[in-house]
């Protein structure tokens, strides 16, 4: 669904961002990008959506080029960004003038979604609060049913119950034909939605897997002596003890730490990496 | 629903679906709601309960009607109950009995208290 080759992009001279990054992203999955600040999540995200352009290599969508913008690419993709503008009209006008644009746009879903953020649909836009904002963005971003959704950062400003709203709305999102890709930091939040991880750092992707093959290769679990465990390929040691990754050698169904696996690929890559080969 | 940090998502699921049989909360040939229904009301992947009816109907304790749905077997709750019992004597046994070694525990002292337990809990 999502083809990126060779893909070279700086936003200066001599700093490059992105060197000959490659990935590839299928239907029917709900991608987790995971990076530190400055990795150039959201530059990957806009490159799909078509908002910046390479400087080398392709980005194709749907098979489209995205850099191109036609109009049958630009209504099958719909991107959250993390810093959005929202103009001072009310939302039923703001329906009326964009959902035009995307001829699978749901009304009657635009307004359930509302109904379970508990949005006022009566209100000026610029009224609202920026999680009010954000989640009107994310009603809206469901209810165009694209086959590519791109979220940047969406957790990001919802109170608690939105968190919890925000899953329950993803996880009835999936289907088959559509792929989600969320960037985030907070992994907690979407840790069970997110079914394959992909890890960008030094101009690339370093770590791509789904979480089963993950599961499937490496145990994830807490003990009180480190010196018990064998096979250590990452450990990070509190109070409570030493949560750790092993290799999975019999056939453990531990659950994924993401947090603990982002630090383990950026600390420790290759003999990771050796794992999945 | 809450989540332990300890074991996969899917597993924990199929427990979840397991215990419902078990209280009686879910009848053998009734059906359990779609993947998606389960989906969103556990705030998980589709893919992950997918997972969780796979591994269940391998166990027999549901099965698939094409185009309706996963139903919950007939014998389910043996099936159930079976599957249990080996996890606690793999899982949960080895435990017990290194301290029942350790502190020099028979067997038979153990029955009394299993008696008074019972008694006391489940009747």
Redesign the interface.
């Known amino acids: 669904m999502i083809n990126i080759q060779s893909l070279t992009f700086s936003y200066r001279k001599n700093r490059p961002l992105f060197e000959s990054l490659n990935l590839r992203l299928e239907a029917?999955?709900?991608y987790g990008l995971l990076g530190k600040n400055g990795a150039g999540k959201s530059t990957l995200l806009k490159q799909m959506a078509g908002l910046l352009f390479p400087d080398g290599g392709s980005c194709e969508v749907m098979g489209y080029h995205s850099a191109k913008r036609q109009p049958a690419f630009l209504r099958e993709i719909f991107l959250v960004p993390e810093e959005f503008y929202l103009p001072k009209i009310s939302v039923r006008r703001y329906v009326n003038t964009y959902a035009p644009f995307y001829p699978n746009f749901d009304e009657q879903a635009f307004f359930s979604y509302l109904k379970e953020f508990d949005i006022p649909r009566d209100q000026q836009l610029t009224e609202m609060s920026y999680g009010q904002k954000k989640k009107v963005l994310i009603s809206f971003a469901l209810s165009t049913n694209t086959k590519v959704l791109i979220m940047d950062e969406p957790t990001n400003g919802l109170d608690i119950p939105s968190k919890?709203q925000f899953?329950?709305v993803i996880?009835?999102a999936?289907s088959e034909e559509k792929c989600i890709v969320i960037s985030t930091h907070q992994v907690r939040d979407l840790d069970?939605?997110?079914?394959s991880i992909v890890i960008i750092d030094e101009h690339k992707i370093i770590f791509r897997e789904d979480v089963?093959t993950v599961?499937d290769k490496l145990s994830f679990?807490?003990v009180s002596r480190i010196e018990e465990a064998t096979g250590v390929l990452f450990a990070d040691s509190n109070l409570r003890g030493h949560t750790i990754i092993t290799k999975n050698a019999g056939s453990e169904?531990?659950?994924?730490?993401m947090e603990l696996l982002f630090n383990a690929v950026l600390t420790n890559h290759k003999p990771i990496q050796e794992i999945f080969n | 629903m809450e989540?332990?940090?300890?074991?996969?998502?899917?597993?924990?699921i199929a427990d979840y679906i397991s215990e419902q049989v078990l209280l009686n909360k879910w009848q053998p040939e009734e059906r359990i709601p779609s993947v998606?229904e389960l989906?969103?009301?556990?705030?998980?992947?589709?893919?992950?309960v997918m997972?969780t009816c796979e591994l269940l109907q391998q166990q027999e304790i549901i099965y698939n009607k094409r185009g309706i749905g996963y139903f919950i077997s007939p014998d389910a709750v043996k099936k159930i109950k079976q599957f249990k019992k080996e996890a606690f004597i793999h899982n949960e046994l080895p435990s017990l009995f290194r301290n029942m070694y350790l502190l020099d525990v028979d067997l038979d002292e153990l029955k009394p208290h299993f008696e008074k337990f019972k008694k006391s809990n489940f009747n």
Not at chain 2, 39 to 48: G, R, W
């Open positions: 029917g999955h709900i919890s899953r329950k996880a009835a999936v069970n939605l997110i079914d089963q599961t679990k807490t169904h531990s659950k994924i730490d | 989540f332990k940090d300890t074991q996969a998502i899917y597993v924990q998606r989906a969103v009301s556990l705030e998980v992947n589709p893919n992950t997972r």
